[in-house]
């Protein structure tokens, strides 16, 4: 080797250690990542969990058997290395991951499971997450065989049983108590290291984390995160800008227009979400409203031509700014195991939507819709106030109806009183709201379709089912939450969605897409539709140091 | 001193029974409210029928508003001010944790506010320029034209302490009375006998006019710390500060009674104290003049 060639090789050498060595530190990461979270959490204890806040903790500090790869919606394992449900879908057989520890050092084993199984189960705790696995009566039985081996018995058969565990944190069968539930000890990525009250969260790595990269390293990168809690959206986005927060989940789409054009790079949006917007008239027997109006809202053909006379494309392009797609039908697309494909999208024809009124009786006088009786059709939209989107929506749609003859009166209501109106007084004509989807399930929305359920918004607890259609719903819900086998089961909710489509109890309108920001110091973001978007892999993402 | 103690008594009286009535008046308000009686958790699809039926047993408890005043009553006497429905922590942890953030601004706030204030009215008494007087009074006016929401807005905009917004709430309304009590003083014969003795501004300030605007000025403080106390709440949840005005804007939003009747009485207490203690004082100071 020539002298030049020797110095060659050497700054050859230094210049790759140099790489080397800044991309093991980008990697390696450390830092602090910082975002908001919109309410205060309601609770630290994972197995209560039902705000979103609470969610996000839970999903950072919580380890669970199975995950649900966000990305790919498939099931992943987590700390059971594998699992085996039975043909009855009545039990689930856990290998359990050896050598991983809770965040005091403690060993993880099946006592962990059994306890968090049984407390997750005990009626008395009112868990939601416990709630969506109880499908009959009795208890729920576990068997440990070994400390890494372990099986979980349910008194009835619970469809898409290994889906619904990747919403159970296992706690310490040791350690955990409820009153101190922010002290863990946790199993997930992050440990909570301090939370003040109205102000902030700060989760600390867990030195314990069993994950390791692709090289060995040890999961995760980040030093910490803090969580800002930070109800207003205007200070969030304003943190953001002046790079004092990192990440912004569930963006506007306003913000997101604003954000794209000073900075593109910064916004992602990953097309459309599971979350839906409807609305809905009032189907209740006993509603304190006039018998004629109930009349229109108990028919289908009523229904249908209001669905008919909406426009949803202007919907999406003049509310969402084109950040939101016409709904199709209960769920949307980004479910990509459970949407309907044969489902067709609802074409704006106010022309046969009228046609289709006048074949009911129906008939137009000076501009105005009335029904076979004289009344004028009209019509209240109730939606809740401070919510611009829904009240956007509701005057483009006051618009439309306003095209075939029907007046509709938008009035908004703070939440509290509107939820009063839905589900205790029913004193309202027509409802515009959201449903927010975590779940890709459709049994998690068993209390949405069965007649009988509370949450059955149109007409709730209703003893027998008043129309045949319902009844139908629930004869293929209760189908599809007792087969074991996923197409039998995917074909019975695809006869829900198109029997819902037919009968519009709901009126689907949009589904919002799912916007995100991230500050270019994050590395390895990668947003999805599902929550939480930006940080489903926190314990991979990095921070590079701000110049 | 027999008859300061007696004074002193008589509006410890007054303000427990006002305290008392306060609290009454928030809870039964509250109660009122249309969705009173309804919790978010209902909308969840996730919980059952018992679930569901558990979250509406929590409102019942609450329904009868006079037992539930009277047995919260109770409670707070042993120092259990209940659990907060929406946040689910006790009341008194929330108040204690929140309290101390909500003082410091609503302090800071009426320093600033009065400080500025004062130094305005009396320059303006002093120097009793129409031009000055005139760009001072457009000064507060635009200042008192502005709602408390939108100083909010602004200082979060512009990243400057919350304390300013409720400076800038406070000095206008201040600054017009001190503006005219300061003028009305200054124009009162002996204070004009004195300068025309050559006597020091300052001493005219402390000798001749503070003894005479001093009694309505300390009402007037006792007055603004209502008003900032009041401008705490919009300001703290606009700008995300986590003191009790936050804590009161999600307790009326969430129909939270145990933590809004708390908060409705810890402000009546607040405001009720200040307007005492200014009292007190002032009477104090009128019996020591005699």
Redesign the interface.
Known sequence: MTRCQNFSFRVLLGAALGLSAAISALAQGGGQLRFCLHTEPKTFDPLQVEDDASVSIRYLTGGVLIRVNRQTQALEPELAESWKVSKDARQITFKLRSGVRFSDGSPFTAEDVAFTMQRLMDPALHSPTGDAFRTGSGKVQTRITSPTQMTIVFPAPVAGLDRMFDQVAIVSSHAFRQESAVNGPFLGPFVVAEYKPGSSVLLRRNAYYWKTDAQGRKLPYLDSILLDIQPNRDIEMLHFRRGEDELINALDSDYFDKLASMSPELVHDAGASLDSEQMWFNQVAKAPIPDYKKAWFRSTAFRRAISEAINREDLCRVVFHGHAQPALGPFSPANKFWFDSKLKPQTYMPDAALKSLQAEGFHLDNGTLKDSHGNDVAFSLITNAGNKYREGMAVLIQQDLQKIGVHVNVVTLDFPSLIERMTQTFDYEAILLGLTNVDLDPNAEMNVWLSSAENHQWNPQQKTPETAWEAEIDRLMRAQASASDPRKRKEYFDRVQEIVVEQQPFIFLINKDALSASSSLVKGENPVILHPQTFWNAERLTIAKAN | MATLVWRIARHGVIMLTIVLLGGFLSATFMRL????????????????????Q??REEHTQNRNIVRYYAQSLAKALHGDLGTSI????PVAA?LK??LPLTLRLVALGLGMGWAAALALAMSAACVRLVSYDVASTLLSGLFLCIPAAVLA?LS??W?LPGALAIALIVFPRVYRYARNLLSKAYSLPHVTTARCKGLGELRILFWHVIPVAGPQLLALAGVSVSMAVSAAIPIE????L??VG??AW?AA???DLPLLTSIGVLITLVTLLANSSTDVIGQAMGSQKA
């Open positions: 409210a249309p969705g009173f009686d309804v919790d978010e958790r209902e909308m969840d699809p996730h919980l059952n029928a018992a679930s569901i558990a979250v929406s946040l689910g922590q929330l944790e929140r807005l979060v905009l990243n949840a606009l700008c995300g986590p003191g936050q804590l999600q939003l969430s129909r």
